[in-house]
């Protein structure tokens, strides 16, 4: 899926006085003898107005981000991230999250309810990481001006001169906004240093280049051309200015004397339950995973034990059990289709999968919605090779795709090596994570009752978390045919998701050493080298994210286990899905009480 980059990390804020005037129509409704049908009725409508509003405001904060979403208002308001900028963001939280909570949840309909529930935490975090965490303090990379530039020049939303004169209003504020990050920073860690300082030495060819040879194809005047070359000028001096500071601050952190990228676990606990709102804490998701680790590696070396005499035969399974796994994992990776039919097998997958759903009863799957694949346009071609491309909510061309990278851009050997991760079995996993049932299926069934809070702010928790439910339940229901084969692919697969939350924990809160990871990675993971390097970086710059996977996974598998203990016969696990998904992307528990709530009526 095309992730949405959470907004708190853009966190370019504006000094705005919006919502002064705060209307009177939302205020909580007095509960005097009205038939409860129309309080109902009217708090939902006032909800529906209030939250729309505070959308709108929250952009005027976040005008930056708004672009990302499709938004285009205030394309050519650069926020200058200063105190006063804080200050004002985290005024417009609090009093939104006041607001918020006059509401009563158990008055609105199950939409409004969700949605209400994910803007106070919207409204949660926004105060905790300005207040508490602050990044904005220790992590350089958070200053860049690159990105919205080049989405600007990138997208046609309006004509390209117009889009020149935003650009040129938008680069006023570039030395100030560089001035801000300076001030800002106290002690920064080299990880987010390093990253900031080629980042920002990326960004220079926007202003060097891309912005220049558009200018030079426009019909903008003379007088608008030399304005246009001297905020360019200012801008360069701007960037490389900051470049240059971070690069003086170098030495002292190599020494040392940089702040720790470890957030240790105070902060790891709170962070990891206001981004992935799961219900228990991070200590108890790393425990299970722990578990759960241990059930994996039991069924992979089973399962490697009873493949053996096929593929090794005459031979004894190793005497390092892991190993043998490893062993297996890599000969029958050698299965996979010529690198030139990647996506036809890609498009050739998706009725077949599709079937598979309609006749064993798993999912409502809609008919007039069936998803088209196509070859990733060239602009979008990065590194994955699969994923589901969504239209921003305030997109009105609202196709999506499954964008699919040809391999042709590969040398033989990445090709080779890539086709052997995306092997036979592993690639219908892949389908089944990225299109059917998962990403694209949750999409179209959220977009069933369209909620502008849950496509912009949806928990990224339950989203990933439905996509990796999704590949165990048509494994369950015998996709694949029960094959130890792809039950051993999916078992890695799986595992990758479980390690990504052992080793986020031990990272940040238990002190866990680089050779330690790779290790884990390497010899209990089975994955490669370079996949390994770049976890252990991930995971030095983000907190808590990697979690994500494994907990929206474990607590949609456990609410349905827990479902069916409760209804018994009753339970239906078609109606389970279809239900399930007519929330939207809601945090998993807020859907579980909820589904709880309507079975109970
Ligand atoms: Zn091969
Ligand atoms: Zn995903």
């Known amino acids: 899926m095309k992730h949405r980059v959470h907004i708190i990390i853009f966190a370019s804020l504006l000094a705005v006085a919006c919502d002064n005037q705060q209307s009177e129509t939302n205020k909580p409704l007095a509960l005097t003898s009205a038939p409860e049908a ?12 209030f939250q729309a ?17 499709g938004y285009y208002k205030y394309d050519d308001r650069l926020i200058v991230p200063d105190e006063k900028t804080r200050k004002a963001e985290q005024d417009f ?14 008055a609105l309909n199950a939409a409004n309810a969700s949605d209400l529930a994910i803007l106070k935490n919207l409204m949660e975090r926004t105060l905790w990481y300005g207040d508490v965490f602050k990044s904005n303090e220790w992590d350089p990379s958070r200053y860049n001006v690159a990105g919205a530039f080049g989405l600007i020049l990138g997208t046609d939303y309006k004509p390209l001169d117009e889009r020149l004169q935003v650009i040129l209003r938008r680069m006023e504020n570039i030395p100030a906004y560089y001035e801000a990050a300076k001030t800002n920073i106290k002690v920064p860690t080299l990880a987010h240093t390093d990253l900031a300082i080629k980042q920002n030495k990326g960004a220079l060819g926007v202003f060097e280049k891309l912005i220049p040879d558009s200018v030079a194809k426009s019909g903008l005047s003379d007088k608008d051309k030399a304005a246009m070359d001297a905020r360019l000028a200012s801008s360069l001096v701007a960037i490389n200015g900051y470049i240059h ?3 003086n601050k170098r030495p002292d952190l190599v020494a040392g004397n940089g702040k720790n990228f470890r957030i240790g676990p105070d902060l790891y606990e709170q962070k990891f339950a206001l981004d992935i709102v799961s ?5 108890e998701l790393y425990q299970q995973a722990l578990t759960e680790k241990k059930k994996l590696h039991a069924r992979m070396i089973k399962l490697s034990q009873d493949l053996w005499p096929k593929y090794f035969p005459g031979t004894g399974y190793p005497k390092e059990e892991l190993a043998g796994v490893k062993q297996m994992i890599d000969h029958i990776s050698a299965r996979h289709v010529d690198r030139d039919k990647f996506v036809d097998e890609v498009r050739r997958q998706m009725p077949v999968i599709n079937q598979f759903i309609v006749d064993n009863k798993l999912i409502e799957m809609d008919p007039t919605r069936p998803l088209v694949v196509r070859e990733t346009p060239e602009y979008q071609r990065g590194i994955a090779g699969a994923s589901v491309n969504s239209p921003g909510p305030y997109d009105a061309t609202a196709n999506t795709y499954y964008n699919v990278t040809p391999l042709d851009h590969y040398t033989e050997e990445q090709a080779e090596s890539y086709l052997r991760e995306y092997n036979h079995w592993m690639l219908q996993i892949l389908n089944i994570h990225e299109a059917l049932p998962g990403h694209y299926t949750q999409l179209v069934h959220a977009n069933k009752s369209r909620s502008l809070v849950k496509s912009l702010f949806g928990n990224g ?19 694949g045919d029960n094959e130890p084969e792809m039950w051993l692919m999916y078992s890695k697969w799986n595992l990758r998701t479980v390690v990504n939350t052992i080793i986020d924990y031990s990272i940040h809160v238990l002190d866990m050493s680089e ?20 976890k252990w970086r991930r995971a030095t710059l983000s907190q808590v994210q990697l979690t994500s996977y494994y907990s929206g996974y474990a607590g949609i598998y456990a609410f349905r286990e827990e479902l069916k203990n409760k209804m018994g016969d009753d339970f239906d696990l078609k109606t389970f899905h279809d239900q399930f998904l007519s929330y939207g992307s809601a945090p998993v528990p807020v859907i579980r009480k909820m589904m709880l709530d309507e079975i109970e009526r």
């Open 279 to 283: 219900g228990g804490t991070a200590r």
């Open 515 to 534: 050779d330690e990871v790779l290790d884990m990675l390497i010899n209990e993971a089975f994955q490669e080298q370079t996949e390994a390097t770049g």
């Open 245 to 247: 500071w971070l690069e």
């Open 38 to 49: 129309a309080i109902h009725h009217n708090q939902n409508e006032s909800f529906s107005a």
């Open 53 to 69: 509003k505070l959308i709108e405001d929250f952009w005027s904060y976040h005008p930056g981000h708004a672009l990302y979403e």
């Open 93 to 106: 939280a609090s009093r939104m999250l006041v607001r918020l909570m006059e509401f009563n949840a158990n």
């Open 461 to 479: 928790a339950m989203i990933e978390g439905w996509a990796v439910y999704a590949e165990l339940m048509m494994l369950e229901n015998g996709y």
